[in-house]
């Protein structure tokens, strides 16, 4: 029996750490979190957690080390998440012996602190490409909020933003009026450390309105679905929502021939030459909020050219190469076998090379992919015929001509009602 094909490890990255603030007590969930701290309010069918759902969104975009501050029913999350992984994403967690307010719970996380970090609230959900928001140009002392626009801000409090900068905050409202908010992201770097004073210390109201009148704090704009669960009608909402919206179409993407130029058993950095707009595309899907699978075949594992390591460092590579342009693939599937290979553990006819669907089957049960909406873009019939043995849609690219697929790709999706920015 032949081994199955694995997907290969979560690359470290250029900012690699998301530290998520789950310390509140809930308490306008009211008795809900008499017994269970507001992150783990159940939201799936199967009891996934809302914790966990955020968590994994943070994975699957390349942040490997992820910190959660809990506080309230701490040993209950510490518990559930202490030493899990989610991809590659392996969790760590500070539980606060009292309250320290936001900008002070980063204090209770100071030894686990790299240079630079994503802060995210662990009671809200926001559908954006953090890797983007990871890659904003920001000098030492600055900082990045996420800001999102919403027809009803005054719950939230508004966020008022020029240039690129957050320039000031307003307090919540009685009035609904529409308006831009802070979504509860933030980059930072270490020196956030340095304006806390005392504790409790609050970053939305003591350390950012200060960087916002510095000219320290940029914003990021994005559009995506938004919710948090600090009412009952809002965890609600999350429970009936929160799910479906996580299923959405990929872009699979064959590798040799399509994301680069195929050379020949390209298995090593050396040999890597991207082909031109490949990043720039993967960055569209991913701000379009579209899963970005890679799908390839890797027979010269199997004909001895190139490791199974050798594999993964490229795939590694490749995704730190996106990272510095805001771009990601949620997950690399490959397939080392083939029935000529000179490798014996590696010599087969595998159910997962193409022009079998498997890897895209599997892959569209594992990331919860639509794949009635889904492309498969590829240089081969191969490629084709796994797409439409698994119900995708497929783009051949012509020769090298990979501007000509990606148009049709976009084209096509947006019949779909997806809309990718770029330009035809």
């Not at 909020?145 to 240039?163: F, H, K, Q, S, T």
Request: proline letters at 4%.
């Amino acid at each position: 029996m032949t081994r199955p094909v694995v997907a290969a490890r979560r690359p470290a990255s250029p900012v690699d750490q998301a530290v998520i603030l789950a310390g509140g007590k809930g308490t306008r969930l009211g008795e809900l979190t008499n017994t269970k701290p507001k992150p783990l309010m159940p939201i799936t069918s199967d009891g996934a957690s809302f914790l966990e759902l955020a968590v994994a969104e943070y994975a699957r975009q390349g942040f490997a080390n992820i910190v959660i501050v809990a506080g309230y029913l701490g040993d209950q999350i510490a518990e559930l998440m202490e030493g899990r992984r989610f991809g590659a994403g392996r969790v760590r967690v500070v539980i606060e012996t009292e309250a320290l307010g936001t900008a002070g719970a980063l204090l209770a996380a100071e030894p686990l602190l790299q240079e630079r970090f994503i802060v995210a609230n662990g009671d809200s959900f926001i559908d954006a490409n953090f890797r983007a928001m990871a890659a904003t140009p920001v000098a030492p002392g600055q900082g990045a909020m996420l800001v999102r626009r919403v027809d009803n801000a005054a719950r939230y409090g508004m966020v008022e933003i020029e240039g690129g900068f957050v320039r000031k905050f307003s307090e919540k409202s009685a009035q609904a009026v529409p308006g831009v908010i802070n979504a509860g992201v933030y980059l930072l770097d270490r020196t956030i450390l340095d304006a806390v004073t005392a504790t409790p210390f609050s970053l939305e109201t003591q350390v950012f309105p200060k960087m916002a009148a510095d000219d320290r704090l940029r914003c990021v704009e994005t559009d995506g679905y938004f919710i948090d669960i600090g009412l009952p009608d809002f965890l609600n909402e999350a429970r009936s929502t929160l799910h479906n919206h996580l299923r959405r179409p990929a872009v699979f993407f064959d590798r040799d021939g399509v994301l680069n130029r195929d050379t020949g058993y390209v298995g090593r950095r050396e040999q890597f030459e991207w082909m031109p707009g490949a990043i720039d595309f993967i960055r569209a899907v991913n701000d379009a909020k579209l899963r970005v699978v890679v799908i390839t075949n890797q027979a010269g594992v199997a004909r001895g050219k190139y490791s199974i390591d050798d594999v993964h460092a490229l795939h590694d590579w490749m995704a730190r190469s996106l990272a510095e342009k805001g771009a990601f693939v949620d997950r690399f599937y490959y397939c080392p076998y083939h029935v000529e290979g000179s490798i014996a553990a590696y010599r087969a006819e595998h159910p997962e090379r193409k022009p079998k669907p498997g890897m895209l089957l599997r892959a569209g049960h594992e990331l919860d992919i639509d794949l009635a909406r889904s492309v498969m873009i590829g240089d081969k019939q191969l490629d084709m015929d796994a797409a439409h043995a698994a119900g995708v849609h497929g783009v051949r690219v012509e020769g090298e001509d990979v501007g000509r697929a990606f148009a049709s790709a976009r084209d096509w999706l947006g019949t779909r009602s997806v809309r990718l920015g770029l330009n035809g």
